[in-house]
């Protein structure tokens, strides 16, 4: 069983006002099953732009610059979930 404390966690975007989804997930919880499927189909977006823009090779060093930390974040993101995975086995 994983110790981590529940934390504020994205399910995505809400259809109806447009904002974003946050809820204080649990371990094992549903609700954090859904801010995990939300973040690698998010992080898996990101991988495809990325590199479909490196793949093209004609982005600006400041363009390239601005990945750096969505790129941060949603590795940071899936780790935390590997690490939870791991956790619970």
Not at 51 to 77: I, M, Q, R, Y
């Amino acid at each position: 069983m994983s110790t981590r404390t529940p934390r504020l966690r994205s399910l995505g975007l809400d259809p109806a006002t447009g904002k974003e989804a946050l809820a204080v997930t649990r371990p094992g919880g549903l609700l954090e099953e859904l801010a995990d499927a939300h973040a690698l189909k998010a992080a898996a977006v990101l991988v495809m732009v990325v590199g479909a823009v490196l793949e093209a090779g004609k982005a600006s060093d400041a363009e390239l610059a601005a990945f750096v930390t969505p790129l941060h974040a949603a590795l940071e993101e899936c780790v935390g979930i590997m690490a939870a995975d791991r956790n619970r086995e």
